[in-house]
């Protein structure tokens, strides 16, 4: 079965600085690769997907992801960070035109003035 | 076009008694699928339904059961609640149930707590 890890479970970064949240996944092909915000008391938002080609994605908000197939990796990664960014993360994945997301634990993003 | 929602926003049962948590899909969307995410996880997938019937299933025992109605929005029953069943409960809506290009659109969630 697949599976989603998320390493970093608190992140603070100063606002206006770099930002990468990891994200790793086992799966035995390529699944479809997401990338969702939270926020308190609010449902998930989609910030970016990669199902194939260009391994680098672009997103909502400023936000990009790469992906490494190397690494079975799906890093996300903004270059300046806002104090509205401060959320909760998630990474996820759908394998093959699946029915069922499975996501990561999830990494709490606090961002300092 | 109106966006995923779910009713109550809130609500507080004790161990034994059974819940009902209500989910309407975007306009459009034949699909639901929900997840339950516990405090500090990530959701993990409940079961998906599609044009009235149940079209795959995580981890979770049969008291955990649900319906579509024609109109395609959704209902999750819980039976026999444990103080485990305390969570987020997200409801997600979907185009078609599979596809590569196949977005889920979450509502704000319900939260459970069990006393």
């Known amino acids: 079965a697949q599976s989603v890890t998320q390493p970093d479970i608190h992140i603070t970064v100063s606002e206006g600085a770099s930002l990468e949240l990891r994200c790793n996944y086992s799966?035995?092909?390529?699944?479809?690769l997401f990338w969702y915000v939270q926020s308190p008391g609010q449902g998930l938002q989609l910030l970016l997907k990669?199902?194939?080609?260009?391994?680098l994605v672009q997103g909502i908000k400023g936000f990009e992801a790469e992906f490494k197939r190397s690494q079975s990796s799906f890093n996300l990664r903004k270059p300046s960070v806002h104090w509205s960014d401060a959320a909760e993360y998630f990474c996820a994945v759908r394998v093959n035109a699946g029915n069922m997301l499975t996501f990561g634990g999830g990494t709490r993003l606090m961002v300092k003035p | 076009e109106t966006g995923v929602t779910q009713s109550p926003t809130h609500l507080i049962k004790t161990r034994g008694q059974q819940v009902t948590l209500r989910c309407s899909s975007q306009?459009?969307?034949?699909?639901v699928s929900w997840y339950q995410q516990a405090l500090g996880q990530g959701p993990q997938f409940i079961f998906q339904?599609?044009?009235?019937?149940?079209?795959g299933r995580g981890n979770f025992p049969p008291r955990f059961s649900g319906l579509q109605f024609p109109n395609y929005s959704s209902e999750l029953n819980v039976n026999a609640l444990e103080l485990d069943d305390s969570a987020l409960y997200l409801c997600?809506?979907?185009?078609?149930?599979?596809?590569?290009?196949?977005?889920?659109?979450f509502g704000p969630g319900t939260r459970l707590t069990v006393l």
């Open positions: 799966y035995g092909a390529t699944p479809y």
């Open positions: 306009s459009g969307h034949n699909t």
């Open positions: 990669y199902f194939s080609g260009d391994t």
């Open positions: 997600a809506s979907s185009l078609e149930p599979r596809g590569a290009y196949n977005e889920q659109f």
């Open positions: 339904y599609y044009r009235e019937e149940e079209n």
